[in-house]
């Protein structure tokens, strides 16, 4: 009885979650276009309706730990589903994205990553992806901005293991700025696919930042044992049991 209530709040939550994002987005764009420094206000707004909204529709409380970077950095983040993105987005004060190339036809999405310069790459396409990366970084280089990478590529599982992949660490190295790690345990909650969102503390959480200065391949495993023990610590927390290896 109890998960067939529960998904219907997760429901009748995911399509007005929807809905104020058409609302939110279309409704802001006049205002971005007047000055494109609204564009950061509204997403954080739109951000933070959906932590609030979440909390009391379907029992889905949210933390953000750690000191959140305000300089130009790169944040490499572990990524279990949409919930994620949206805390991270609330919190760091000028945020790009590394997103794969189809999302700038979406809806909203597609507009707002335009107006934050985010930069859509074609995963099939590696070598060239990674050279697109580090060519609109450099580009966008006078202005700081929190680069936010999924080094693993994708959303994962959680308790899933997924090999991290070289694109931020060798963005790290021919970019030479620092670093900032993000854990979570979101995908404890809010899974990759399906309607049901289950009560609970979601935590996206600020990890130390490592300096600039290492090799490619250095910072892609330190970024996989530093975020890989970290999330699991906070399933953990959770009440998730971690699958034995």
């Not at 951000?47 to 909204?53: A, G, L, T």
């Not at 070289?166 to 696919?193: E, I, M, S």
Request: with cysteine; net charge positive.
């Amino acid at each position: 009885m109890w998960k067939a209530v529960q998904w219907v709040r997760s429901l009748i939550f995911i399509v007005q979650m929807y809905v104020m994002l058409a609302i939110v987005g279309f409704g802001g764009i006049p205002l971005v276009w007047i000055n494109r420094r609204w564009v950061y206000g509204i997403i954080r707004f739109y951000c933070n309706y959906v932590r609030w909204s979440a909390s009391w529709m379907v029992g889905l409380k949210s933390e953000i730990r750690g000191e959140v970077p305000q300089d130009g950095v790169l944040v490499a983040a572990k990524h279990q589903s949409f919930f994620d993105i949206l805390l991270i987005a609330a919190a760091v004060p000028r945020l790009r994205f590394i997103m794969k190339k189809e999302l700038k036809w979406a809806p909203v999405i597609g507009t707002y990553a335009k107006f934050t310069d985010t930069i859509p790459v074609d995963r099939g396409k590696r070598g060239q992806a990674i050279k697109d990366m580090i060519r609109a970084v450099k580009k966008g280089a006078g202005t700081p901005s929190q680069l936010v990478i999924y080094p693993q590529g994708t959303r994962v599982a959680a308790g899933v293991k997924k090999p991290y992949k070289v694109g931020a660490g060798v963005l790290y190295a021919a970019t030479k700025q620092d670093v900032v790690p993000v854990a979570t345990n979101v995908g404890v909650f809010w899974k990759r696919h399906g309607i049901m969102r289950y009560p609970g503390v979601a935590v996206v959480e600020f990890l130390p930042r490592i300096p600039a200065g290492k090799s490619a391949d250095e910072i892609t495993k330190e970024l996989e044992d530093v975020i890989e023990t970290a999330s699991d610590t906070l399933m953990e927390e959770a009440g998730f049991t971690l699958p034995k290896q």
